[in-house]
């Protein structure tokens, strides 16, 4: 069973950059895609960046592109966001996820990551 805990949450100011990372444990061999989502107050979870584990290929929301980059460090069964130019709009809940597969089509679904970890808050104030 694969777990996944998240760490670096925090409080920013807006235009900061800040990195979360993921670590995997149990099962890690099986993985093939893990990525972030968040939740933001009041709104529904999204889709924020998934990278395959072995192709090292990215996907990233719109309101992400030119300022996250997701990367990974498969010794360490560790994915990271770098997150740039942070805007009070980024502030969420942040989720890791991973999947034993990959769909070009669904790739933004949450529910094609059946492994989420607990969340890590990213307040970003303006």
């Known amino acids: 069973q694969v777990q996944l805990v998240e760490s670096g949450g925090g409080l920013v100011q807006a235009g900061d950059s800040w990195r979360l990372s993921c670590a995997a444990s149990g099962g890690t061999e099986s993985i093939y895609t893990m990525g972030w989502f968040r939740q933001a107050p009041g709104k529904e979870r999204e889709f924020v960046s998934i990278i395959r584990w072995s192709a090292d290929t990215a996907q990233y929301a719109d309101s992400v592109i030119g300022r996250f980059t997701i990367s990974r460090d498969n010794a360490k069964n560790t994915v990271y966001l770098q997150m740039n130019t942070l805007k009070p709009e980024d502030t969420a809940i942040y989720y890791c996820?991973?999947?034993?597969?990959?769909?070009?089509?669904?790739?933004?679904?949450?529910?094609?990551?059946?492994?989420w970890g607990q969340g890590t808050q990213v307040t970003v104030s303006s």
């Open positions: 996820v991973a999947s034993t597969y990959h769909s070009s089509n669904h790739y933004n679904s949450a529910g094609m990551y059946p492994y």
